[in-house]
């Protein structure tokens, strides 16, 4: 999972995404993404940024609520569950440091947790 932050969720959020899973994936002739109906991934910016990227990624949306096809979902599920809800961080830096080492520790064993296995044959 890649991933990137910021201060809002804004164009400029996604645009930086963007960047960063060509730059992480060069050998990708082509990345396709799917993404909810969200302003920020059709935004002016956004298909500026895309043109800049000359049809390396290519965006697909999904319908406009469809949490059971959508594997993010789960994934927000997920992080929540373990690292969201009831925290005890004193500031928000603190909170997304333990965000970012909850997603690493994700992707360094490979493995899924149950709440991303379940209910669709996507989560496979």
Request: glycine content about 2%; proline content about 4%.
């Amino acid at each position: 999972m890649t991933w990137v932050k910021g201060a809002s969720k804004a164009s400029s959020l996604f645009i930086s995404l963007l960047w960063r899973l060509a730059t992480e994936n060069k050998q990708a002739r082509r990345i396709h993404l799917i993404l909810d109906n969200a302003s920020i991934h059709d935004s002016r910016k956004t298909h500026l940024a895309l043109a800049q990227l000359r049809g390396r990624i290519v965006l697909h949306f999904l319908p406009p609520y469809c949490p059971e096809e959508n594997r993010i979902e789960r994934r927000w599920l997920d992080l929540h569950a373990n690292v969201t809800r009831n925290h005890r961080c004193k500031s928000m830096d603190e909170l997304l440091d333990n965000v970012d080492a909850y997603l690493q520790a994700r992707n360094d064993s490979g493995e899924s947790s149950p709440a991303l296995r379940r209910s669709s044959p996507l989560a496979a």
